[in-house]
């Protein structure tokens, strides 16, 4: 069973909110066909970092580096 996030909150479907901080998300990228996973420190372009730049094939995969990332920075 997964860890319970104290600072994360769901606000979408694969959108994460970390306190006053930052958003996580997931993205699918129809030109390389998988999964991006994208960290965003505010709404322009050049505030937002790809994660491990690596592209997952498969949603679950995706997900499954998103919830070690947010347990790894689950400080408030």
Not at 44 to 70: E, G, V
């Amino acid at each position: 069973m997964a860890k319970r996030l104290k600072c994360w909150k769901k606000i979408r479907n694969n959108v994460w909110k970390k306190e006053r901080e930052s958003i996580l998300e997931i993205r699918y990228d129809g030109i390389l066909k998988g999964y991006d996973i994208v960290l965003a420190k505010g709404l322009a372009p050049s505030q937002q970092k790809f994660l491990n730049k690596k592209i997952r094939k498969t949603k679950s995969k995706a997900l499954s580096f998103a919830q070690k990332y947010m347990e790894e920075h689950d400080t408030c």
